[in-house]
């Protein structure tokens, strides 16, 4: 009578400990798993926060888009200037296509915020 009763206690003592185990277990996966999620977020945040800002340095301006126009949701024509000379590239989703090298070259105004809020001030005084 006294060891079926000791050999109850014991399977209840188990159940008891393979409870705990279980609940500390899933607070650990719960913790390991916020924290995951919380890195992640962070790791996106940052990446977006320096494509928005452009911190990335670009080429030695080898390359340079001179001007862009949309001709459509995806088409568009762009002026390129490698060096000294300008192309004319017409650009789909699935190809770029060389439209035009042109013989002279095109100035355009690059027209910055910083620029116009000096002439809009200006204009205030």
């Known amino acids: 009578m006294i060891i079926s009763m000791l050999a ?3 399977v209840t003592t188990a159940t008891a400990v393979s409870t705990v185990e279980k ?3 899933m607070s650990t996966l719960a913790n390991m798993l ?3 999620i919380l890195v992640l977020i962070l790791i996106f945040a940052l990446a977006y926060i320096v494509r928005r800002f452009n911190l990335v340095p670009t080429s030695n301006n080898v ?4 001007a862009a126009t949309s001709l459509g949701q995806r088409e568009k024509v762009v002026l390129v200037q ?3 000379q300008q192309y004319l590239l017409g ?5 770029i296509n060389l439209i035009d090298k042109l013989e002279t070259v095109v ?4 027209d910055s915020f910083a620029s116009r809020l000096l002439q809009a001030k ?4």
């Not at 390359?63 to 001179?66: A, H």
């Not at 650009?91 to 190809?95: E, L, M």
């Not at 200006?122 to 005084?125: E, N």
């Open 122 to 125: 200006s204009k205030q005084s």
């Open 23 to 25: 609940e500390s277990a």
């Open 34 to 36: 916020g924290g995951l």
């Open 107 to 110: 100035n355009t105004e690059m």
């Open 82 to 84: 490698v060096g000294d």
């Open 91 to 95: 650009v789909t989703p699935q190809q």
């Open 63 to 66: 390359l340079k888009v001179v």
């Open 8 to 10: 109850a206690g014991a």
